[in-house]
């Protein structure tokens, strides 16, 4: 008789397109219950559910994460903690990070990171974070990249002279932390390219349209098939964020061979290394000598690109490896 499924609670702020990767990896070798955060309601589904689980798998060291940790270890159940960025964060200067915030929000990230069974970080510059801004000072946490289908995320349109960035981005601080402000700016100096910027919208919108050139198009929230077609037909993709882990946006592109261009700092650094072109945060002169470098670049740096990501980081890579772990954790 075949051994009944490990039942893993999946826990995250919302299904975005790297947690739904993930819970779909999940489903196709556990007993997967989903409950997503973003109302505080639902932390009471947590606390309800651990019981009945063997393990609670969360995305983001938040608050509902101490949660999820604390009944975990009540109940003898097993926890992983995926560190994506926000959650470890202190940056002030945009007003961006778990660490800026009121101390008992802090607490809470502090209690899940010190008690969770295994924590998982998608950049090695957030376990630095964790260090410096948590204080949690564990040996065993482990750089476990999200991971890239090549096979839909892949060239298929002739390149146009177009520059495009991606984001989720409805507040100022969004634009800040993301530098689509440096983004749209860096436009003026290219007045015949066409600069792109995708998921735009709200507040974030209305703040970057007072100074905004006539060579930038705004797009809100696209499906992954219209968004594929738009990194297939762009030649120039930029990060210029100012806190990233491993950006989702930027390795898609870059499968789709976008050469591509961005900020000097952890993620963003691990994805283009030496297949694209850098500039400093907030600086939107040499952001454009950047993205004329990239439109100029020969053609074979796009599909450097595009191995670098493949080769890195494979969605099956990311299967295994959370498979193997959670049957060990679980055993």
Not at 138 to 164: A, C, H, M, S
Not at 190 to 211: D, H, M, Q, T
Not at 311 to 317: A, W, Y
């Amino acid at each position: 008789m075949r051994a009944p499924l490990k039942k893993i609670l999946f826990v995250c702020p919302s299904l975005c397109s790297f947690a739904n990767k993930d819970l779909e990896i999940l489903k196709k070798d556990f007993d997967v219950k989903c409950i997503q955060c973003a109302k505080k309601i639902n932390w009471l589904k947590i606390i309800l559910n651990i019981p009945r689980i063997d393990l609670a798998y969360v995305w983001f060291a938040l608050e509902y994460a101490a949660i999820s940790v604390f009944f975990s270890k009540l109940f003898g159940k097993k926890s992983i903690i995926i560190v994506g960025g926000v959650d470890v964060a202190s940056a002030p200067e945009i007003n961006y990070g778990q660490f800026i915030l009121p101390w008992y929000r802090q607490a809470a990230t502090r209690l899940a990171l010190k008690y969770a069974d295994k924590i998982l970080v998608v950049d090695p510059g957030l376990i630095e974070d964790i260090f410096k801004n948590a204080k949690i000072n564990r040996t065993d946490i482990e750089y476990f990249p999200t991971g890239y289908d090549p096979k839909y995320w892949r060239p298929g349109r002739i390149k146009q002279n177009v520059v495009l960035t991606v984001c989720n981005a409805y507040t100022v601080g969004h634009v800040k932390l993301k530098g689509l402000d440096t983004f749209v700016k860096s436009a003026v100096y290219l007045p015949n390219i066409k600069f792109v910027v995708i998921g735009i919208r709200g507040e974030a919108k209305n703040y970057l349209s007072k100074i905004t050139p006539p060579n930038v198009d705004y797009i809100g929230f696209l499906p992954q098939d219209s968004l594929l077609a738009y990194y297939q037909s762009a030649k120039v993709y930029c990060q210029l964020s100012y806190h990233e882990g491993l950006p989702n946006a930027l390795c898609e592109a870059m499968l789709c061979e976008c050469v591509p261009v961005g900020t000097d700092i952890s993620g963003i650094k691990m994805a283009i290394n030496g297949t694209g072109f850098y500039a400093p945060y907030g600086d939107e002169k040499l952001t454009s000598e950047a993205v004329n470098n990239a439109l100029n670049a020969p053609v074979d740096l796009g599909k450097k690109a595009r191995e670098r990501i493949a080769n890195l980081f494979p969605i099956e890579k990311r299967g295994n490896g959370l498979i193997s772990l959670i049957r060990k954790l679980c055993s």
